[in-house]
């Protein structure tokens, strides 16, 4: 039954009341949605300056062969109507006022120019990339990362009762607005029966909420919103993002649902195809890490089409997509995955899957190897190999029912030759396994036959069908035709998911002569030997460090990127640089080093930007040499020798890379050596890594001199030398407790 409230004082109670809650609802409501046109406004303005710069690029003379009339264009272009994006919302009247256009030619240009923008709306995925340079620095950019991070503070707040605020706003509006006159006695007594009556109604409406303790609920729940702060300013805001970058991603997605070209993050799958995959479940309770996007994607590709290449671009993250389609399978009951790899990666895949996952890794390969095969079999988990240790794994059938839930084979363009041992090895285990992914960097467009090759193994149904002379339709073309085994994207596809630097750890085993050197120099206690030990002893290389540079080499090029590899030691240099040329990179410059006089770095620099990346293009450079003065964006994949005594010498270096004027994702690789010095610096100074980061982006100082935020001292030096020496046994103090002889 609904409350009587008397006319005059009760009822205006009562309305005020509910005005003022209703005020501070809308209120809410209102901040939620100035944030979210905020970004909308922000991106929608970004796609069409990025429109205009298209046409900008479309001479008016081209305009003529949009229509079978002649037209006067010659008249427009000395009016100053140089390009189509001159000509973007001038009408028709006003072009016919200038001299030598007629109406027909002003009406066809305005025709031509609309419909030429259209189609190039059509064409330009919305996208807006937060991280251009180290962080943004435009108006727009700021604007979009500030929103967001006031967004990701009130949605949670706000979203489980946005409708009841919405409809508490317009029912207490309409029913105030309707028993205003009940307000006021004398009001009331001078209106019409039917009006009071309606405004009696009202109040009554009002109370019953109030009465029923809803006016109370809705009251506290507008207390705790009144609690979301959300000025944070830009710095905490970048920081947010900087901490979970996937978060703001899924944030803007929602507001702009096609702030990523969908084409281009699903690899320019067909429609049908495209959903079948976006349907595919993914369960990611056995992930420790977050995915981005297009990584979803990937991961969903490789289940749902059960046999496939993923041939993304190197920094995309191939491998985390492999262990979150494992971690799926394994969340639903599965127990044996296998991974096969180069040796240069073994470490680096089994420390990758324990990063990403929960799932149990063993290591078949060593001395342990048939150890490790056998607990894999009886425990389950992941398998980790090598090509040359697969004789290690026993027979398929040996394996526990259901047998083999997935093979994941990485730099699978080594397996290309079907005459190989190791093509036939993979080939018998992908017999025996309804899921194989085969990852590649490769751009196996360029290489058709190294790709038929790869179909055989995962799809050989599929050969006879693919059209002939299919390298020479241009990529976007091969993707299409390969579309159900081959998935591949590029960084510029989904440029505003990546980070703009993405520092990647490759972690590599000691050979047997290395480790002997390595762990003389801990005996000695000499830190520089120790370091340089675990790349290089006597000019020869002493671990897998060097096989790796030149697999990553070897991406950079099919990939079209520069490379530099920097070193501390001039002695890794001297290496690592007749190494690269033996392999066949086209282009080895350096070593850039201190006694290098300036003008002469700067021309090792120009020659790198002039060499071409398809033929290998590398610059070779002491650490601190190569990352002080010099402006290396020319190239976009960094190679890190050893881990350095100061994270500020790493992060400048870096910088020269990653930063105004580079127009891809920087990405570098740290090369560590397991079981070594490598491993203690690298946990002691990523400790130090934000705080020094934080002060080099931020003092002009600091970018001029490294040693300005050097936080290294003698001490970190003798506590690494201390602790290689307990674990080794090695040293004068574990030389005295020794027994005799």
Known sequence: MTPDVDP?????????????LAARAQAVLDRVRALEDAVTGTVT???????????ACVEVGALAGTTDRPLRLGALVEAGYRTAADLVGVDATALAQVPGVGPGTARAVTAAVLQLADAVRAATPVRLRLDADDRPDTEASTRVVTALHALLRWWPQVDPHRDRLAVYVRAATAHARTAAPATSRVRYALSLPRTRDRARRAVGALAAWTTSGETAALASLLDDLAGVHD????????SDVERRPATY????????PGALDLAVERGLLAGELADQVVAHPLDTRLMRSTLRGYQEFGARFLLCQGRAVLGDEMGLGK???????MAHLAAGGERHLLVVCPASVLVSWAREVTTHSTLTVHRVHGDAAADAAARWVVDGGVAVT????????????VLPRPGLAMLVVDEAHLVRNPRARRSRAVAGWARATPRVALLTGTPLQRHVDDFVALVELVAPDLVPGLPRHLGLAGADAFRRAVAPVYLRRNQRDVLLELPALEVVDEWEELTASGARAYADAVAEGQLVRMRRATTVVDGRPSSGKVGRLLEIVDDARENGRRVVVLSYFRGVLDVVAPVLRAHGVAHVGGPLTGDVPPGERQDMVDRLAAADPHDGAVLVAQVEAGGVGL???CASVAVLCEPQLSPAVEAQAFARLHRMGQLRAVRAHRLLAEGTVDERLHAALAERAREVDAYVRDSVLAQSSVRAVDVTDAALAREVVAWEQARLGRGPVWDELAPPG
């Open 8 to 20: 005059g004082r009760a009822a205006r109670a009562e309305v005020d009341r509910h005005r003022a």
């Open 249 to 256: 991603t899924t944030a803007l997605h929602r507001l702009v």
């Open 631 to 633: 402006n290396l964006q």
């Open 45 to 55: 303005q970004d796609r069409e300056a990025r429109v205009r710069a298209e046409l």
């Open 231 to 238: 000025e944070a300013g830009f710095d905490a805001a970048w």
């Open 386 to 397: 090598t090509f040359g240790s697969m004789h290690h794994l026993p027979d398929p059938q």
């Open 319 to 325: 491998t985390v997509q492999a262990v979150a389609a």
